[in-house]
């Protein structure tokens, strides 16, 4: 390589990512993998077009250059034979109101000629003099108006030479037909006899009136169940609230305006009363109360929120009345960030869907040759006709690749819808095989497997005065300073009962804090606070406060007047479900490994807690450090996992093969990740990756039998072993198996 392509070709690739946008473009007319690699196929002739279709949701997410228009991606799908229409951002969902009620009327009217058509075919006894004209007259409208469709596609399709799933159908029922219809044409005396078993003649009606039949009852079932598994996302998408009590002065006075959410501004101030939802994300003003955040994380357990807090749109405001400050509105809230995460990654493709993708565009043409080989076969070997066309349109019938097409899209809608109702968001369907393969886990200490905030562990009486007064006197004068340590002993003291008024009160960043508290001057902090104003800990005392820190807490010495009375300890509290949740993760086969920022005390005692190895945690590490954690864990042949919710864990994040965000942390970290739990428990990590890995699983499950299925099928049917009537079932009956394995993944974590 020379020097000129080294400094060039990268200038090239950041030139070409930065004018390079995405289009969602709503394709209609699709109705396998064969138009799905059709169009991908062609919009990617476009220069510079990246392309991912999506079956079920029938949208393609397109990855343009600026050079490209949405026009010419419109007029490249609309001459490939489909329908296609841009999506704006602020389109509601399409809903195709027509489609489903025009395929039920089919589905009817096939269903009702097809019944006496099938009778009068089969069973001798219901048959009458010139029954085959009865049964071509009843046939006819199921072939043509109800089978439109089938007919239709293969025409467009044909038109551009090429073939799909619908040029299977439309030839075999059509072959049987008109293949029937010259027979009786050719002997009109053929059907005069009554009572004749299906050995006895060559028509063919009813194959082709029950397949059309068949087919059509297999696209409505899948319908409905590609529907079901796409309502996640649009129910996701409804939580939102649709109007904010808005407060306005108005002459002076501050009133409440109902606007629509769609109205609000960052830095609007509204009223959200007990029960209601919150408009948008922001933060509180002013109230307390505990909100429900179940509906998108999980979680069922409220969490309590007051002034300064964050808050999340669509939540629900369980009690007290809450005045909230608008910091996010429209598609940059946590909502619609969801929304948007949940549908890339249906529209998305795994590398195992695209396998299947390179297989479907090339099975057309090979079932169409098999079809031509089989009737030459039968005919050279047995010289029957009526053999030989029999077997040859029973593969066409059994090889529609339905199955095929449906097994991955609607396993990965499914999954991922089911995981936005849970609080998990998968990014992209490559992170689904990401999750098979990773064999260890990297958790961020603080706010992954603990709270993130400091609590009081104990309180060491170290003269006459009780812990109880220890705790009383440092609460007080501890009440008057922000700093995180300060807050958690005020919380405990005034927890374990009232605190008296501090006075006289002064602080040092750092060093601790001094005030006056029923006549006595009380000092609390670091040890060079104590000694700055002359207090002097024995040795004695000085043993137990080290003895406190070694132990990876942190030590807080209280003085009264001029000698010391005692310690107070804290830690950072362990979630309650931190053990178990990583007791969950080895269960699946993952490796836990500690990361922190924190001393090596401090890990220790975390890790010994939650059931982490001693050599499997990593004090100390800066961001940076992290990074060169988890390459080293890579180069030693681990596949590496790391969840985190910091600023500082982005890069760590990045870094893995595996990122998950949890969603309490923040935007850089998400941004960062492959995977977000919205919540803040470690439960959920596990609960992620065990829903992504039976996504994979239902996927793998639905390629091995649709695959299975037509290797299978098209040799028995080759053979003349399967009637073209079962063959149209079994082909209908694979569709809809593979559709409802996918729908077992919305009772998962139920």
Known sequence: MTAGRTTEQPRAQDLSMQEQRVVELSIQGMTCASCVGRVERKLGKLPGVEASVNLPLERAVVRVPASVSDADLVDTVVRTGYGASVVHPEDAPADDAGAAPRLAARLDVAAVLSLPVLLISMVPALQFPGWGWVVLVLSLPVVTWSAWPFHRAAALNARHLS??????????????????????????????????????????FEVAAVVVTFLLLGRSLEASAKQRAGNALTSLLGLGAKEARVLRTVDGERTEVTLPVGT????????????????????VVDGHS????????????????????????????TSGRLVVRATRVGSDTV??????????????????????????????PVVLGIAVVTFLLW?????????AFTASVTVLVIACPCALGLATPTALLTGTGR????????????????????DTIVLDKTGTVTTGVMAVDDVVPLSGTSAAEVLRLAGAVEAASEHPIAQAVTRRAVRDGRIPTAADFTSAPGGGVRARVDGAVVTAGRTGWLEQHGIRPT????????????????????????????VITLADTLKDDSREAIGRLRGLGLRPVLLTGDNAAVARQVAAAVGIDAQDVHAGVS?????EVIRALQDAGSTVAMAGDGVNDAAALARADLGIAMGSGTDVAIEAADLTVMGNSLEQVARAIELSRRTLGTIRANLFWAFLYNAVGIPVAALGLLNPMLAGGAMAASSVLVVLNSLRLRNFGA
Do not use: C
């Open 163 to 204: 073939s799909t799933m619908d040029t299977l159908v439309s030839i075999g029922v059509s072959a049987a037909f008109l293949f029937s219809a010259w027979q009786l044409l050719a002997d009109p005396s053929m059907t005069q006899h009554v009572g004749m078993s299906m050995t006895e003649h060559s028509l063919y």
């Open 264 to 283: 609000l501004i960052p830095g609007d101030e509204f009223l959200v009363r007990p029960g209601e939802k919150i408009a948008t994300d922001g933060v």
């Open 290 to 317: 505990a909100v429900d955040t179940a509906l998108l994380t999980g979680e069922s357990v409220p969490v309590e929120v007051g002034v300064g807090d964050a808050v999340t749109g669509a939540t629900i405001n």
């Open 335 to 364: 909502l619609s960030s969801m929304g948007r995460l949940v549908s890339d990654a249906q529209s998305g493709k795994a590398r195992i869907a695209r396998l299947a993708d390179r297989i479907s565009a090339v099975f057309v």
């Open 379 to 387: 005919m050279l070997l047995s010289g029957d006709l009526d053999a």
């Open 419 to 438: 995981g936005a109702q849970l609080g998990i968001l998968i990014r992209g369907p490559q992170v689904l095989e990401d999750t098979r393969t990773v």
């Open 539 to 566: 040795s004695d005392q000085a043993d137990a406060f080290d003895a406190a820190e070694n132990s990876g807490r942190t030590a807080v010495w209280v003085a009264l007047d001029d000698a010391v009375a005692g």
């Open 623 to 627: 961001p940076e450090g992290k990074v």
